[in-house]
């Protein structure tokens, strides 16, 4: 095992891991941020893949993105309308368009289940040409992924600062308050939603051109996953300011892909790695909490021990 | 600050962890010939069908290595569906630098032929149903790229036969499938056009999960049709278990693409033999790794799907005679055998 094997998984770690971040970031804002769980996010994830996919099918490889991204606000809009306007509870409004976008999907893939992207051109493709001149075309997705999460992860750390970010932010962490300031949270519910969901779906778009094909369960288990990489991501930078805090959404979904890379390497069979990330995850949380409860558990059992010697 | 420096360091020792604990199976013991040829396998997902077709091929492999005097050493891993893991499977595969990869299913295949674009590495498939429609492969007669395998494409046509032979007076089928399913999108539409050529009516039925698919079985029951296809899809495979019952009862024969569907109740099953599929996987990606065959020129095997399958307890229960529909079926089949009803194949041997 040389350098440039372990270069060479890390990297596609990091590629991963940076294509998943923005789903991650999605659910930042839209989880803690808003305190809102949208479990639409895995058709969401999906839905970017397809449209993104059957738009570069058709010749237009740039435009797939922002046709991906327009696809996952129309989708945010409508979980924020039904847990806003039509009386759904929030997680039930997320699961109802998550199931209803199956279909949706479908119907956009022309009522197959898989497209192959070999023979299309993509943003990839059009940037592994722009690479080859200098001699850099095997980092080619690397540059996408970087370059799209780099762009995210400013505009969001920009639109947080603004009058509206700080709505948003102020509706998740007391809605009463926002009301009694006159901001409607309604309105920031559905900005915030809109907002999440385009990131997810370019995150999906971008992971189905990355790997040139899309098929229906490409999304499937997105939501977990992004869930452990923020909640990991919170253990590195979650008390810092915001800046950091979103770095640190990009450095959770890269830890989450470098220990899958890492259990694989000792050939640890794929289907045991979601019983590795629960425990990951369950560490995550934990291991924190138990720190801050530690100086308590100590100063208990010492005053038992003291009762005790009393007692003798 | 502190944790940052931290992180850094864990990355480092990871990567430490990996460059030392690399693949810790034991290098075979190489024989006199002293060649190791490196093989990554890929299931899809956990399916009857798919994981007979992964054992066939590791069996064959090693009975090849035998023969030949070389040591095939296999990896093999499931990405049960996760798209992301997927493609971290196979980028391990490239890093421990395997000498050809085996992708059993569609997105698998895709997936190896996308990651070995620029290396090279030659891809052979299994059990694709379409090939071309899915871009894998030129033509089946010259793939013309680094890919090649082998298919199980259904053949419709000669399913369509089969239940005008059983009852020639048929009238109108019920397509039951899943349209998430890719291997029933081809199947359907040959289907489809057979009908309308032969002018039988025909309704579609679809569902997407086990409760959906015995509500679509409810639903064409009382529609009163004469016969069921399905073709080798996964999801009516799953509830098979569930709807055959339902369908003995109102006298219906479900017609489908393999002979696990029988296996699990249908009354016929009629297809590809996997087990002969995996076989055949192996010695294609055998001939390619050791006889330097070339993917490019390596025709896409397919097979003539003649095997018929037919479960003795349905046909009773539909009142039809076993023999009777055996001299009936006769002239579409390669050959003709039983089964009871049982939940895997283990249970019937």
Redesign the interface.
Known sequence: ?G?D??L???Q??LE?GLI?SLTVLALFLSYSMLNVCDLSTDGCFTLGAVVGAAVAISGHPYLSIPAAMLAGVASGFITAILQTKMGVNSLLAGIIVNTGL?SVN?AIMG????L?M??ADTVFTAVKSALAKINL??QYKLAVAAAAVVIIAVLLGLFLKTRLGLAIRATGDNPDMVRSSSINPVFTTIIGLCVANSFTALSGCL?AQ????V????G??MVT?ALASLLIGNV??GKKKMPLRIAGMV?GAF?F??V???A????M???M?KLVSSVIVVAAISIPYIKQQLPLIKRRLESRKREGNANA | MKKIFAFVLSIIMAAACMAACSPSNPAPTSDADGKTVKVGICNYVDDASLNQIVENIQARLKEIGGEKGVAFDVSYDNCNADANLLTQIISNFIADDVDIMIGVATPVAMAMQAATEDNGIPVVFAAVSDPVGAGLVESMEAPGSNVTGTSDYLDTAAVMQLITAADPDVKNIALLYDIGQDSSTAAIAHAKEYLDANGIAYGEYTGTTVDEVTLAVQALIADGVDAVFTPTDNTIMKSELSIYEMLQEAGIPHYTGADSFALNGAFLGYGVDYAALGVETANMAASIALGGAKPADTAVKTFDNGCATINTETCEKLGFNYDEICKAFEPFCTKIQSIVTAESFDEVK
């Open positions: 095992m350098l094997q372990i060479a998984l890390l596609t770690a991963l998943s199956y479908i009522g197959s289940s898989i192959n070999n023979k075309s095997e992971l990355a790997q040139k094909s098929n229906i369960d490409i499937g288990g996953i590195f930078l450095l830890v892909r470098l899958y890379t890492i694989l390497r000792f050939n069979p794929a289907f790695l």
